[in-house]
């Protein structure tokens, strides 16, 4: 399985846009690039997902670089639900049915 | 709400017993992941079923076994356990986890709290 690097804890302010990397030098070609989060007391959260291109949604934005080696998840504006730990995942879907392999994340503060 | 439930929500036994643990996935979810979050393990993949067939398996230890029945519910049997196996259990539930359809999520559940003393 392909190995993604996080930084262990982010800060940021209330309503602040926040930016969390993630390196995966080791990223096939079939691998797609998973987001989840885990709030405090419960189960992992999906957040987005992307192959090649930036990806968005309600909750975020992907931004996969070019070679795609790495991406940075965007939330726009931080609120103080969004505290959590965020888990960067490559998946490799059409071998190995979509399990997640979970690193130690990020875990992200948010002050009011 | 992730759709996905699980009981019991908390678990107390003793080193050597066996429990069971039960997942309904979502409506209309066929595949059913099994993960297992300690403090010095992180969040682990233990097995994973599709329509009733073992899919993929990760680090789960032979005491462990799972299946996934007709109407896709699965369970998780843990057998002689230890001291180490105190952790919280979740089950995970997606659409299709196969090829051109897949949509990347995961929806996972509230988990159950295992305490082996």
């Known amino acids: 399985d392909a190995k993604t690097t996080q930084p262990n804890s982010m800060e940021s302010n209330e309503e602040e846009p926040v930016h969390l990397p993630c390196n995966h030098s080791t990223i096939s070609g079939t691998d797609y690039i998973h987001w989840y989060r885990q709030l405090p007391s419960q189960g992992p959260e999906y957040v987005i997902h992307?192959?090649?291109s930036n990806v968005n949604n309600r909750m975020a934005s992907l931004a996969i670089a070019e070679d795609r080696k790495s991406s940075t998840l965007i939330l726009h504006r931080a609120t103080l639900r969004d505290a959590a730990v965020y888990y960067c995942i490559l998946t490799r879907v059409y071998n190995q049915g979509g399990k997640l392999i979970f690193g130690q994340g990020t875990e992200l503060s948010v002050k009011p | 709400d992730s759709g996905v439930t699980q009981t019991p929500k908390h678990l107390i036994t003793a080193t050597g017993q066996r429990v069971t643990l039960r997942c309904s996935p979502r409506s209309g979810d066929l595949s059913v992941y099994w993960y297992q979050q300690s403090l010095d393990q992180g969040l682990q993949f233990l097995i994973q079923?599709?329509?009733?067939?073992?899919?993929a398996k990760g680090n789960i230890l032979e005491r462990f076994s799972a299946q996934q029945f007709p109407d896709l519910h699965s369970e998780l049997n843990l057998s002689s356990l230890e001291l180490g196996d105190s952790a919280l259990y979740f089950c995970?539930?997606?659409?299709?986890?196969?090829?051109?359809?897949?949509?990347?999520?995961?929806?996972f559940g509230p988990g159950t709290r295992l305490t082996v003393l």
């Open positions: 995970a539930s997606s659409t299709n986890p196969l090829g051109i359809s897949y949509n990347g999520k995961q929806f």
């Open positions: 992307g192959l090649t």
């Open positions: 079923y599709y329509n009733g067939e073992e899919r």
